[in-house]
């Protein structure tokens, strides 16, 4: 009896109340072949699932860098940005209003608040926030300058990213992109 007892314990996990060696390594591969598939499942997710582009919230077509001069400023709705050229580059401006939100429109006729141009300037019909081409405040109760989102080239075209949005606490040479 007491050899029997003997044999049995080192199959035993965990004591009276516990599982057995076997079902133990059987759980223990059951577990990794989870984790295995659960990661496979997710890289082929990610590798098959659609892109957003040319959405909001992906990467849009913001067109060629020849299309525009410096000074220019124009409005890409899919993306819900302005895209300006200044002397620095270009600058892809999300429309809302950092102030509550409004969608600032681009007033061509305006009198200019920057040097690089005669008119033109973004006004928010809301509060009357007032941006230059790089999207700096003027006047108005605004905390910032308008947000920016991430540019690229591509093939020679221009891509913004409406997915990475970024608040900026001033006006920075170096985050225009040179295309
Ligand atoms: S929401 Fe634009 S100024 Fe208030």
Request: charged share 20%; hydrophobic share 40%.
């Amino acid at each position: 009896m007491a050899h029997e007892i003997a044999q049995a314990a080192p199959h035993v996990v965990g004591g009276p109340v516990g599982i057995t060696r076997r079902w133990f390594l059987r759980l223990a591969v059951l577990g990794s072949l989870g984790a295995i598939f659960s990661q496979s499942l997710g890289c082929f997710i990610s590798f098959y699932y659609p892109l957003r582009v040319g959405t909001f919230g992906g990467k849009v077509l913001a067109g060629k860098p020849e299309d525009l001069k410096v000074g220019d400023a124009k409005y890409v709705r899919e993306g819900k940005f302005y895209l300006t050229r200044t002397p620095d580059g270009f600058l892809a401006l999300y429309q809302k209003c950092p102030h509550l939100g409004c969608v600032v429109p681009w007033k061509p006729d305006d009198p200019t608040e920057d040097s690089l141009a005669a008119k033109g300037r973004f006004n928010c019909p809301c509060h009357g926030s007032i941006y230059d081409r790089f999207g700096v405040i003027k006047a108005g109760p605004a905390p910032r300058p308008m947000d920016m989102m991430a540019i690229s080239i591509e093939n020679g075209n221009l891509l913004v990213d409406t997915g990475k949005i970024t608040q900026r606490a001033a006006y920075d040479p170096s985050q225009a992109f040179k295309g």
